[in-house]
């Protein structure tokens, strides 16, 4: 590549509809040519030598859109370039990716870590509201009777709602979503307990009021009145909760769900709301998305949303400008992006020779 070239980005999703500024910056660095293939088929040609992006030193998808990339699993990943380095995505999650081959290819997997922060906590604080006072069941009921006798409703939920003040949040995965959910249900006057891979620090801890570390997932179901899960589907946390997780927890706990559908068994699920082991459910994903569990529907204490909790202009103005930064810090910084969700061991002094710098 010689000096007077900038490195050639593949650019995949909607034009830029918020950060417009950053866009601009953005374009003046790089030479960008923008997905348009139809088919795997076609993306797969396009990669091939010879093809119009055959020659791509990385991919930048800051929105989703119709035409999108196809998931990145290892068959696909082996028709990328050994020109491309850095693939930076929006989005939390990456299910469907093959993070691991990437970084065994030498290619860096940026997903949009820290923009939905804030609209998935409110989602998560909203939906445990929810499932302690039933206020999905209330509306529903209150909008069918209009102006009939509504009292009755309420009549049917008070006798098993409950205020949220007191009770234990167990959080399954206190990262950053995790840790602001957390914060918010600190201000209803619940008491946070966690469980995760590895304990927080005393600081992380002391600003939820003392949280409490589990290194087992059984202590933490034992004695949580109501779970959280804020964590990513992986191996280690499909089916998370599960026939046995269910038989251990309080009986009338209730389960919130704003991380990944397959960290829970649906079935299962199902199963201990009938048994009234479970009092209230909140989801906001679920397992075979778009498709919702049908024995869901017609329970009155589980409250269920379409998948909302990064939906806002705020969260997605976040990954639009997330995943362009993550392509200048990969090409114009120190040579490792921000927010990598695998680890690509190479020369920094490679990188910025590729990018003329």
């Known amino acids: 590549m010689s000096p007077s070239v900038k490195p050639t980005i593949l650019y995949v999703g909607q034009p830029i509809q918020h950060a417009h500024s950053e866009f601009t910056r953005f374009k003046s660095s790089f030479t960008l040519l923008y997905y348009d293939c139809s088919s795997k088929d076609e993306f797969i040609s396009a990669l091939s030598p010879g093809g119009k992006y055959s020659q791509i030193d990385g991919i930048v998808r800051p929105s989703n859109s119709l035409n999108d990339l196809p998931p990145l699993d290892k068959g696909l990943i082996a028709h990328l370039p050994t020109s491309c380095k850095i693939i930076a995505s929006c989005n939390h999650g990456y ?18 870590a820290g923009g939905a922060n804030d609209s998935t906590a409110d989602i998560a604080l909203f ?4 499932v302690f006072r039933y206020t999905s069941f209330c509306e529903q009921q209150t909008r069918a009777l209009k102006s009939a006798d ?10 098993v709602s409950y205020n949220p003040r007191n009770h234990i949040l167990g959080v399954i995965g206190l990262g950053e979503i995790g840790y602001a959910a957390a914060a918010r249900a600190r201000a209803l006057g619940m008491v946070v307990h966690y469980f995760g891979r590895s304990r927080k ?24 009145d109501c779970v959280l899960l804020a964590c990513p589907h992986t191996p280690a946390t499909h089916h998370l909760l599960n026939r046995e997780a269910f038989k251990i927890m309080k009986k009338g706990a209730r389960v919130v769900n704003v991380g990944r559908g397959k960290c829970i068994d649906e079935e299962a699920l199902v199963e201990a709301l009938e048994d009234e082991t479970l009092a209230g459910v909140g989801l906001d994903v679920f397992h075979e998305e778009p498709v919702v569990n049908p024995k869901l529907f017609d329970n ?58």
């Open 300 to 357: 009155w204490k589980v409250t269920l949303l379409p998948h909302i909790g990064g939906g806002s202009v705020d969260t997605n103005a976040n990954f639009e400008r997330i995943a362009m930064e993550n392509i200048e810090a990969y090409f114009l910084g120190d040579g490792k992006p921000l927010t990598p969700v695998n680890v690509v061991e190479v020369e920094v002094e490679h990188i910025r020779a590729a990018a003329n710098l």
């Open 150 to 159: 509504y009292f009755a409703v309420e009549r049917q939920a008070v006798d």
């Open 127 to 130: 939906l445990i509201i929810a």
């Open 95 to 112: 299910d469907g990716e093959d993070t691991r081959e990437l970084a065994r290819r030498g290619i860096w997997y940026c997903n949009g």
């Open 201 to 224: 620090s005393p600081a992380i801890e002391a600003s939820l009021g003392g949280a409490v570390y589990h290194a087992e997932l059984g202590s933490l179901l034992k004695v949580a």
